[in-house]
Every structure is written in structure tokens, then in C-alpha cells.
């Protein structure tokens, strides 16, 4: 596709769930990220994908989070067990190379 | 020490005004610097790279003193259209090593 795309955009969910969020990155790109932005805060790297490369995970909170990429495609991002603190807007990101990022719009999360 | 740091604002200056953004960085071998611009409840996008030589587009010119390990946004005749969050990124020593984005300074342009 054009852009990254992120599905749902939306998302409300009760403590204790689990949740399920898509990143589709640009075609052709090799790298894919997640970030999470809480209200008012800024980009926090979750976990990054590339290529066929082991995940770099470092970025993840908890053992509750985990995520993962088909080849070069999607990617999903899972949050077993979700917490009130786990709300913010997770954001998926690839790239061809280190020369920028393209973002995608983002998943809101909200946990009640 | 953080590994980006930039004074949160906000800033707000009259139409037409020139305003200016800092960003200090920690890691030394850093090589990749951006600015990315991110609208009120938007993704951030990308707005211009920096160089060593320092870069100019349009009315953004943006520079990096690597001694000092400090980057910089030039902003002239500010448009109402400028007000956004501005967030100084870095990356790492190689390949696609994940961005580092600082927080953002928040500039509010006035009519």
C-alpha cells in the first residue's frame, strides 16, 4: 500500500484482556518498529523487526507483550493480561533504511 | 541523563516571528539526525534531516554541532500552519538501529 497501515484505530477493552494490534508496513520495506506514546509523553520503542533477523526486543515493558512479523509483512503486536497503564497510542513504523521512518496512525488503547 | 533532551515549550510567538528549537543528545556515536514534526493527536512525520554542514529547506534550517552534541531548528516567518510538536530524533551507530525521539517541544503560532 501507500503508507503504513494499523488496525484497529480505535480500541477499548476491559483490565485483563488480551489485545491484538496490526501494523501493515510499506511493500518493499525491511525494517518495522512499534512505539508507544502515552498522553503527553513522548515515543517509547517497543520492539524492532528486521528483515530475518532476530527481533530486537529490548524495547518491550513486560513479559506480557510480544510481538510478531511474517517475513517482510505484517506485524502484529500482542498485550496478553492488559492493564490501565498499557493505555496509550501504539504506533508501528517501517523503513527501507535508517534514513527516516514512515508511521502509521496509530492504535488507540484504552483499558477500562 | 536522557538520551535526547529537548525543552518541552511551549512556544508561542506572532505570525511572521523566527523561533528557534535545541535538542542536546548523549550518544556520542550517533550518526542519523532528524527532525520530525507530529500534529495534535496525529503520527509524527518526518520534516527534514540534519547534516554535518548544516541544511536549509524552505524556511526550516536545521544544524548539528557533533563536538557539542547538539542540534538545532531555525523556523522563519512562522505560519499559523507551524503550530505542532517538534521532536528531535536520533539513531544509533549503524544500520536501522531504532530512532531515539526526544519529547517534543510544542510551538503555538499566533495570529
Known amino acids: 500500500g501507500a503508507g503504513v497501515s494499523q488496525s484497529p484505530s480505535n480500541k477499548v477493552t476491559e483490565k485483563g484482556k488480551d489485545v491484538e494490534l496490526r501494523c501493515d508496513p510499506i511493500?518493499?520495506?525491511?525494517?518495522l518498529y512499534w512505539y508507544r506514546q502515552r498522553l503527553g509523553q513522548g515515543l517509547e520503542f517497543l520492539i524492532y523487526?528486521?528483515?530475518?533477523?532476530?527481533?530486537?526486543k529490548s524495547g518491550l515493558p513486560s513479559d506480557r507483550f510480544s510481538a510478531e512479523r511474517t517475513g517482510e509483512s505484517v506485524s502484529t503486536l500482542t498485550i496478553q493480561r492488559t492493564q490501565q497503564e498499557d493505555s496509550a497510542v501504539y504506533l508501528c513504523?517501517?523503513?527501507?533504511?535508517?534514513?527516516?521512518?514512515?508511521f502509521g496512525s496509530g492504535t488507540r488503547l484504552t483499558v477500562v | 541523563r536522557k538520551e535526547v533532551e529537548q525543552d518541552p515549550g511551549p512556544f508561542n510567538v506572532p505570525e511572521g516571528a523566527t523561533v528557534a528549537f535545541n535538542c542536546t543528545y548523549s550518544?556520542?556515536?550517533?550518526?542519523?539526525f532528524f527532525w520530525y514534526r507530529q500534529d495534535c493527536r496525529k503520527e509524527p512525520k518526518l520534516l527534514m534531516s540534519?547534516?554535518?554542514s548544516g541544511n536549509e529547506d524552505g524556511r526550516f534550517t536545521a544544524q548539528l554541532n557533533r563536538a557539542s552534541q547538539y542540534i538545532s531548528l531555525l523556523i522563519r516567518d512562522s505560519k499559523l500552519s507551524d503550530s505542532a510538536t517538534y521532536l528531535c530524533?536520533?539513531?544509533?551507530?549503524?544500520?536501522?538501529?531504532?530512532?531515539?525521539f526526544g519529547k517534543g517541544t510544542r510551538l503555538s503560532v499566533i495570529a
Open positions: 513504523a517501517s523503513s527501507l533504511d535508517s534514513y527516516g521512518y514512515t
Open positions: 511493500s518493499g520495506h525491511t525494517a
Open positions: 523487526f528486521q528483515g530475518n533477523s532476530a527481533p530486537d
Open positions: 550518544n556520542s556515536a550517533s550518526q542519523s
Open positions: 540534519v547534516y554535518s
Open positions: 530524533v536520533v539513531n544509533g551507530i549503524s544500520g536501522n538501529t531504532p530512532l531515539v
